[in-house]
């Protein structure tokens, strides 16, 4: 197969970046999107040229490294997967394919289709942790939870924190990553002492950090890799009023 890639090139955070567009070919429809990028980058490479740099680490659809806009998708067109998951054969031989960086507010751009991500972790290290005595791992296995619950606690913790769900937002939003976090915890009773409080904080980081407000459209569940649901959103309301109320 055949491509024209058209990518966001930016040489750092400062620079004005621009659209690119390679020619790549000799591509094996089973060939995964990353590893195209990485064939693309030797040809670069060998041609004394700046590769292209994005994000990878597991290429497995596990540590939500990976974070490309393709053809305008989070994660680009096929569903539920990561784009470490994505393959060639789901584009059309010939096609033109543009990749950007997630872009938002609260993503800035290194590199290229690196973006800095590290407000996520500001935002977690707000939620704290569980400070109730949780005991060892044989005191966890006595206390009784329904199997609904455990379930969407789970549910909620498949998030990988990616942040697709702020890169489609078109308020850029990160209530999606939020809700995750404060539901799978909230939804276990070693996690629930602290849960309002958590989604306080958790909130009010967020907002500090310039991500923008939930008006419910939807994109973020539709584009997540991981099919979070925003049902964990009216949970998250749920437990920001609690603390309110309480406050
Ligand atoms: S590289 Fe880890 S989820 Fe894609």
Not at 151 to 159: F, G, I, K, L, N
Request: glycine content about 8%; hydrophobic content about 40%.
């Amino acid at each position: 197969m055949k491509f024209k890639i058209k990518i966001w090139r930016q040489k750092n955070a400062k620079a004005k970046g621009e659209f690119v567009i390679y020619d790549i070919d000799n591509i094996s429809s089973d060939t995964s999107f990353l590893e195209m990028l990485d064939i693309l980058n030797d040809k670069l490479i060998s041609e004394g040229k700046e590769p292209v740099a994005f994000d990878h680490d597991c290429r497995e659809g596990i540590c939500g490294m990976c974070s490309l806009f393709i053809n305008g998708e989070a994660h680009g067109p096929d569903t539920q997967i990561t784009t470490c998951q994505l393959h060639m054969r789901k584009f059309k031989d010939g096609a033109t394919i543009t990749v950007e960086p997630w872009r938002s507010a609260g993503f800035p751009v290194i590199k290229d289709l690196v973006v800095n991500r590290g407000a996520f972790d500001k935002i977690l290290q707000a939620g704290g942790f569980v400070s109730v005595n949780t005991g060892g791992a044989q005191d966890a296995n006595i206390i009784a939870i329904s199997k609904k619950d455990s379930d969407e606690s789970m549910d909620a913790a498949a998030c990988v924190g990616c942040g697709a769900c702020v890169a489609t937002c078109k308020n850029g939003s990160a209530m999606l990553f939020v809700a995750a976090r404060v539901s799978s915890l909230a939804k276990l009773p070693q996690g629930k002492v602290e849960g309002s409080q958590r989604a306080k904080a958790m909130v009010a980081k967020m907002d500090e950090l310039g991500f923008g407000a939930c008006t419910n459209t939807g994109a973020c569940q539709a584009e997540c890799p991981k099919s979070i649901s925003i049902s964990h959103i009216a949970r998250l309301n749920r437990e920001f009023l609690t603390a309110k109320l309480r406050d």
